[in-house]
């Protein structure tokens, strides 16, 4: 299994500003995975953030909103930029299980909230 | 498009047995996944099917049928501490996980 820390655990934005959320996994891992749920919801795919290259962006979600740092092949961080109440959701990164286990792992969440 | 189906919500006894289903259509298919997620909490790995058949892990099992693009979770003894939601989620092609919309389970006592 991966253990994944992530922080902040939740947080109380103003609109207009930004947050970054930092995941740090405890070993290496090639992808790692940015999820949003919104309240009720599912969860659905932002982005896959690649060590050493751009992360890929799923439909619907753009970079200039949610830029992704992939820096080590331990850590990233997601941005959610100039932030709407719209953005209030819980954001997860997840990663995949390592020696041919495929399921996938989550960090506990961020839970934001925009006012 | 892609798309995967589960009843929102379920309710069942203490004790008793709860079948939720998951149908799936999607590009590709490079296994179907289980995950439980309590209120508040992330989700955590529950099963996962790649061939026809069922798996069965303590109380949980998962079935799958590819040609009919249908999976099951089955769980049995409940437990109070099963409240939760039920997520189906299917690698496709591209080997990303699309989650289902999840199935709120109550478990009366």
């Known amino acids: 299994s991966a253990v994944i820390s992530q922080k902040p655990s939740r947080d109380i934005c103003q609109r207009g500003t930004s947050l970054t959320i930092q995941c740090q996994v405890d070993?290496?891992?090639?992808?790692m995975f940015w999820y949003r749920q919104q309240p009720g919801q599912s969860l659905t795919l932002i982005a896959t953030?690649?060590?050493?290259?751009?992360?890929?962006?799923e439909s619907g979600f753009v970079i200039d909103k949610f830029p992704i740092s992939r820096p080590n092949l331990t850590f990233s961080t997601l941005t959610v930029s100039n932030m709407s109440p719209e953005d209030s959701s819980i954001y997860l990164c997840?990663?995949?299980?390592?020696?041919?286990?495929?399921?996938?792992?989550f960090g506990q969440g961020t839970r934001l909230t925009v006012v | 498009g892609q798309n995967i189906d589960q009843p929102t919500e379920m309710t069942a006894t203490e004790g008793a047995i709860v079948q939720i289903n998951c149908t799936y259509q999607?590009?590709?298919?490079?296994?179907l996944f289980w995950y439980q997620q309590h209120a508040g909490e992330a989700p955590t790995f529950l099963s996962y099917?790649?061939?026809?058949g069922l798996e069965e892990k303590g109380r949980f099992s998962s079935f799958l049928s590819r040609s009919k693009g249908y999976s099951y979770l089955l769980l049995k003894e409940l437990q109070m501490k099963d409240s939760a939601s039920y997520l189906c989620?299917?690698?496709?092609?591209?080997?990303?996980?699309?989650f289902g919309t999840g199935t709120l389970l109550a478990v009366q006592p």
């Open positions: 953030a690649n060590q050493g290259s751009e992360a890929t962006y």
């Open positions: 999607t590009s590709g298919f490079n296994g």
């Open positions: 099917n790649v061939l026809d």
């Open positions: 070993s290496q891992v090639t992808m």
């Open positions: 989620a299917v690698k496709g092609a591209t080997n990303k996980l699309i």
């Open positions: 997840s990663v995949e299980g390592r020696g041919g286990y495929p399921e996938a792992f």
